[in-house]
DNA sequence: TCACTGCCTAGACAGATGTCAAATTAGAAG
DNA sequence: CTTCTAATTTGACATCTGTCTAGGCAGTGA
């Protein structure tokens, strides 16, 4: 789990170029339309919402499977979407696996839709 | 153009239930989720950019083909993704077409990564 | 009217994506 | 060791998506 070649995506440190602002490298674009890629799915989106909005921070996976009329391996697989886009990480524990939110990336993907008229140059 | 069937999309007025906020409806997600896929694509995301941050918030089609190795057609094809996803509005004025953002579009996707911890609840 | 240009639509096609059933791995408990 | 459960991986399948070529529509100008 969270093997070491999973991170890659988030624009990364620097980060926070608006899509208003300055033009976008052809490579920006390319590893930031991955992070929407994997946000372009109901049920991705409705998952990374479970898990960001649990009390303790952390979601099991035996509880995000009931809620979707879709088999184990269907939400295996998109919650594998998620994790190598870097948006949540996954950590054994027993039998069960649990997941949470990365914090960073949301955060970051929020100061892209910043207008240039609100950010100072 | 801009005809009244390319509207419905990002979250509407309301907006705001951040991603690590209340639990997604599986309408909402679905709704949202048609946002991301228009712009899970590297060339939409250029092309929303160089739109987006053109001084004077419009761009003629006829800038916006060139810096893309690809065709008319597809070029116009993703122009209307983003059109129907809410995020740019286009109107033919003479020979050419301009496109602009949608500012609204923009800024509500932002309220969507906040953290609950840094909003109060 | 005719020709030319800019943009869009229609249709076709290869490649990506979401889903499932079957098989596999990891840990817990007899 | 054996068996059971949780989760993932694999392989197959139908569907969706990005791209192209060919053709159509709109506006300009002779």
């Known amino acids: 789990m969270s093997k070491s070649s999973e991170l890659p995506i988030v ?3 620097g980060c926070c170029a608006p899509l208003s602002g ?7 674009a390319a590893e930031l339309a991955k992070v929407f890629k994997a946000l372009s799915d109901p049920v991705r989106l409705r998952l990374l919402n479970m898990i960001a909005s649990v ?4 979601a099991c996976v035996c509880d995000l ?9 269907t939400i295996s697989h998109h919650l594998k979407v998620l994790r190598q886009a870097g948006l949540i990480e996954g950590e054994r524990r027993g039998t069960w696996v649990y ?3 990365v914090p960073g990336a949301l955060t970051r993907l929020s100061g892209l839709f910043a207008l240039p008229s609100l950010a100072p140059a």
Not at 55 to 58: A, W
Not at 65 to 73: D, H, R
Request: aromatic share 8%; proline share 23%.
């Open 55 to 58: 009390p303790g921070g952390e």
């Open 99 to 101: 997941y949470r939110a």
């Open 22 to 28: 300055p033009p976008l490298t052809e490579d920006e």
């Open 65 to 73: 499977t009931g809620p979707f009329e879709l088999t184990g391996p």
């Open 11 to 13: 624009p990364a440190d």
